[in-house]
Structures are given as structure tokens and as C-alpha cells.
């Protein structure tokens, strides 16, 4: 994607495609595992909702559909491209 060119220190994760690959990014680079941290560890930091990406790039639709997802992430920022699109 764009975002290793302009921050390539930047962990980017691209949030889309179907549901079955959209749950395979979210159990494979959504949240950290006891591959590469203790499993005490990956548990506390998933039970906090805390991910290993810095930024998530995806679409409005694929937020409406996976809002129940994303919601329990504690979000810092929101950029939205197509902002006219949101409602409230």
C-alpha cells in the first residue's frame, strides 16, 4: 500500500476483502500472539484491546459491516476519506 512509501516505520494494516479474509487479518495482525510475545502477555494486551497496528486503512462500507469488531478497539484518531458519507 501507499503507506510504506510515506511511513514505512508505520505498522499498516489494509482492512478489506471478504468477511473470511477480513477474520484472518483480524486473528493474524490485529492483536499480538504468544508467537512473539509471552502468552501472558499477548492475553493482557488482547484483553485491552491493544493492536499491533498504528494505522488501519479500509472502507466505509467495511466499517458498517465490521462494527462490531472495531468498536472494541480504543481509537486515538479517525481519518475518513468520504467524510460526507458519515451520518452522526
Not at 501507499?2 to 471478504?18: F, I
Not at 504468544?34 to 472502507?59: G, M, P, S, W
Amino acid at each position: 500500500s501507499e503507506a510504506k512509501e510515506w511511513a514505512p516505520d508505520v505498522n499498516a494494516v489494509v482492512y478489506h476483502g471478504s468477511a473470511d479474509a477480513r477474520d484472518f487479518l483480524v486473528k493474524q495482525e490485529f492483536y499480538y500472539t504468544d508467537q512473539f510475545e509471552t502468552k501472558a502477555t499477548a492475553q493482557n494486551l488482547k484483553r485491552k484491546h491493544i493492536t499491533k497496528f498504528q494505522v488501519l486503512i479500509t472502507t466505509y462500507e467495511v466499517v458498517l459491516k465490521d462494527v462490531n469488531v472495531l468498536s472494541k478497539i480504543h481509537w486515538k484518531a479517525l481519518i475518513v476519506d468520504e467524510a460526507h458519507r458519515l451520518k452522526n
